[in-house]
């Protein structure tokens, strides 16, 4: 059940518990809108469409090393897979919140491999992976959208099938 309390401001705050039993509080400045917001919250978490607003500050490379951890390739392709992501892909985005990379954001990265001469295939294979651990953010509810749709990548670097 929301519980709703009027702040010395004058404003409304009202807060939920998520499954978890953390508080969610959000603040407004009339009563119906918190009691609103209030009610619509407890509907997606009794539906369980609620993703939790916090769950995308979590850091890129801390959930890269969880993705890392639960990701079955073989191991030719690990190897790869690894050197890519040392030498691209967490020197940029490591210190990143998920929530805060924007579809832009990828594509000014893009940008800057190709500025700095990176090769085609790199920048394929580096744009793959972030795109993969982007959607297992997205299937775990941590973010709501990948930000790596709609990237273009430079000439004789395709996307491949199921990313972008």
Not at 15 to 32: C, K, M, Q, W, Y
Not at 105 to 119: E, L, Y
Request: charged content about 30%; some cysteine; glycine content about 8%.
């Amino acid at each position: 059940m929301a519980y709703l309390r009027k702040l010395p401001s004058g404003k409304w705050q009202v807060t939920v518990r998520n499954r978890a039993g953390d508080r969610i509080s959000e603040t407004f400045p009339l009563r119906s809108q918190a009691h609103a917001w209030g009610r619509d919250e407890e509907a997606k978490l009794s539906r369980s469409a609620y993703r939790d607003p916090l769950a995308g500050k979590i850091k890129f490379g801390a959930w890269h090393d969880r993705w890392w951890e639960a990701r079955v390739v073989e191991p030719h392709t690990r190897r790869g897979d690894e050197s890519s992501i040392r030498n691209h892909v967490t020197p940029h985005w490591a210190d990143w919140e998920l929530r805060d990379i924007a579809r832009l954001d990828v594509q000014s990265w893009v940008r800057k491999m190709t500025v700095a001469g990176t090769g085609a295939s790199a920048i394929r294979r580096a744009y793959n992976l972030t795109s993969s651990i982007m959607k297992a953010a997205v299937e775990e509810d941590l973010i709501s959208v990948t930000p790596c749709r709609g990237i273009d990548l430079p000439k004789g670097c395709p996307v491949t099938a199921g990313h972008g």
